[in-house]
């Protein structure tokens, strides 16, 4: 168990310094930690699971782990980086001095504490009779947060998984469409180019005149006046050059993000025409079958408000005997059954965060903030896996839902599940509006564009 | 005056580096002597025009056009940039002291500068992804610089004053200047880095002057290193000629 424990923390680390922390230099060791720290407390948590439907270790010692580990999480979730983030965040703002940080970092980690805690009162979350400071307060205000996470996530991941895989979603771009582009943005670098380098020469002459005029025997006044005279014709001209540079820069900014986005589209047409791109084409029709399903199951969950008291694995098994005969031995087979299904979930759903994680700080990372990304990345990702746990206990037979309501306390579980399809349904509504949007959007741009031709 | 600008001779020079290293920042000093006082992503490419003397206190004194072409680091939009590779007379490699990991990333830039690959798509062989002095035999005719920058904060994270040379720069027998980007006095003029700017400059000039007159072909299509290899290949047939310098 220990041993496993140190695995997951060096495989953790490994991930860190190799994938995330890519480009930079990590200066503060303390942030480095962090992440590997949580993200092996979230792995034994699942392999505590794991444990647990295959009868590995003792009842009682399993039971001990848990809470050990469950105690970890919660501390480090709730006090120890939201502190660090908070200091983070105000080392990261010039104007405060260095001494008043610490102050200042305490003051707003007791904000976050009330907030966290008022995040509590609106949700039937809990029943009255636990006291202030048990597990269950915290961990059930964690398990909102969490969720919330899972919902959008998978309502995003649900929609957009078959627009980017599937070839009908795709714009044909050609090789012209692209050299166009090129073509006009080098166009105008060109024209931006002549006119600084008007602006260069003139305030090189001028410079070269004021020298020239200052070291001469005239008087100061009449260099003077030569300047003033000399200058304003050629300083309004210039101020106005300046202006259209100032104009045109923004110009090609815009034609060098188009022409980013058209060359986006040709690699992804390229990879459609890959091995993998056909597969992924082919199980995106598959996976939109099964995403809307999904978004019609949970419409009909909110309104009938129903939520399935059986586990998949037994609903399988009951349709298995009584609608197709089969003979089968149900309590072999239904531990065996859920074992691989929830393995299969927990590895899936690890890879697919991993991933995500990783492209989402490559894209929005910088060297000031990396950071405070990483801690942020860090809470989500422990409180992402304490609220998957939760939900987990859905997909297990009764038998082993036990040890899960035992150790996190009696959370009222219904309404984590309601909670989570209503946040994928939005998820998923606003992910379809904002794509269709932006494809419209696109196809419209397309047919003006033609249209267009600078005039200099 | 318009008709002056385009009579003036004009060298090309890429300023690359990550991003966030302060490419904008060291432009804005070389060009206008003052420090950039609100520094934003560049986004695509921001060009600066300088007017520098080509062998300056020397009778055969001539100003040239200096175009540094600012490029953008970010990685979403590496697919795009090789459009601004072609043609290029020099590069200036910018990284960032207190980040050791841009040092070491200015070799995958010389490689996507020198190969105009930018498409960063996953069939590409992963031969280009390490600049190898060996390998681009030929390169050493584009003349190279390599800048340090963010000085001043250099003892905020290292304890040791000592700041270990790039050995990139070693390979390519280029200068290395160490600047703080919002101190005019880095660049001042007679400092040692103004200097040795100064002498890159003219080295870029010299360059592009001998590279016009032996390559008769126009260079569309073309990235450098096959310019480059083919060039070697005719002097090495006809071996009397040009005299180099």
Known sequence: ?456 | MANHANAMSKVKILVVGDSGVGKSSLVHLMCHGEALSNSSWTIGCSIEVRVHEYREGTPSQKPYFIELWDVGGSNSHKNARHVFYNPVHGIILVHDLTNRKSQLNLRRWLAEVLLREGSGSKTRTPLVEDFDAEQFGGFSQLPVFVVGTKQDQISEYRTSGRVRSCSLADECSADEIYVNSHDQRSLAPGSSNAVKLSRFFDKVIERQQTTTTTTARTDTGYSYLERENSMYRRNKSTSAFISMG
């Open chain 1, 1 to 456: 168990m220990i041993g496993s424990m140190l695995v997951f923390f060096v495989g953790g680390w490994v991930w860190f310094v190799r994938k995330i922390f890519r480009d930079y230099e990590v200066h503060n060791t303390l942030v480095q930690l962090f992440f590997p720290m949580i993200f092996m407390l979230s792995c034994a948590m699942f392999e505590l699971i794991i444990f647990e439907i295959a009868a590995v270790l003792e009842s009682g010692s399993r039971y001990l782990y848990w809470q050990v580990v469950l105690y970890l999480m919660l501390v480090m979730l709730i006090l120890v980086i939201p502190f660090y983030l908070c200091h983070c965040i105000i080392s990261n703002i010039r104007m405060v001095r260095r001494e008043w940080v610490n102050l200042l970092a305490m003051v707003t980690w007791g904000g976050f504490m009330m907030c966290f805690w008022k995040i509590g009162d609106p949700f039937p979350i809990l029943s009255p009779q636990h006291g202030i400071l048990s597990i269950e307060q915290s961990i059930s205000r964690i398990g909102v947060i969490g969720v919330t996470v899972m919902a959008s996530l998978s309502g995003f991941g649900a929609v957009n998984y078959p627009y980017t895989s599937m070839n009908i979603f795709m714009r044909p771009v050609t090789k012209q469409d692209i050299q166009a582009q090129e073509r006009r943005l080098m166009q105008t670098l060109d024209v931006i180019v002549n006119k600084k380098k008007r602006v260069a020469l003139a305030e090189r002459e001028r410079g070269i005149a004021k020298d020239g005029g200052s070291s001469g025997s005239g008087s100061r006044l009449w260099g003077l006046l030569r300047s003033v005279t000399t200058s304003s014709p050629q300083g309004e001209s210039l101020a106005a050059i300046k202006q259209e540079v100032a104009a045109l820069e923004e110009l090609s900014r815009q034609l060098f993000l188009e022409s980013v986005e058209l060359q986006n589209q040709r690699e992804r047409l390229e990879w459609a025409h890959t091995f993998q791109g056909r597969f992924f084409n082919f199980m995106g029709y598959f996976f939109s079958l099964y995403c809307s399903w999904k978004i019609f199951i949970s419409l009909v969950n909110i309104v009938f408000d129903r939520v399935g008291r059986k586990d998949p694995v037994t609903k399988g098994m009951e349709i298995a005997v009584h609608w197709l005969g089969f003979d089968i031995d149900v309590q072999f087979w239904s531990q065996h059954t859920s074992f691989f299904l929830v393995g299969c979930i927990i590895v899936t759903s690890i890879r697919g965060f991993i991933l995500t994680l990783t492209r989402f700080f490559y894209a929005v990372s910088s060297s000031k903030s990396s950071n405070i990304i990483v801690l942020v990345l860090a809470q989500l990702m422990g409180m992402y896996f304490v609220s998957m746990v939760m939900l987990m206990r859905m997909n297990m037979p009764l038998e082993y839902r036990t040890i899960i309501t035992q150790v996190l306390g009696d959370l009222q579980f219904h309404f984590y599940h309601r909670w989570f399809d209503v946040i994928f349904l939005v998820s998923a509504l606003t992910t379809m509006g904002i794509l269709y949007l932006a494809h419209k959007q696109v196809n419209t741009s397309d047919k003006t564009e033609s249209f267009y031709e600078p005039k200099w």
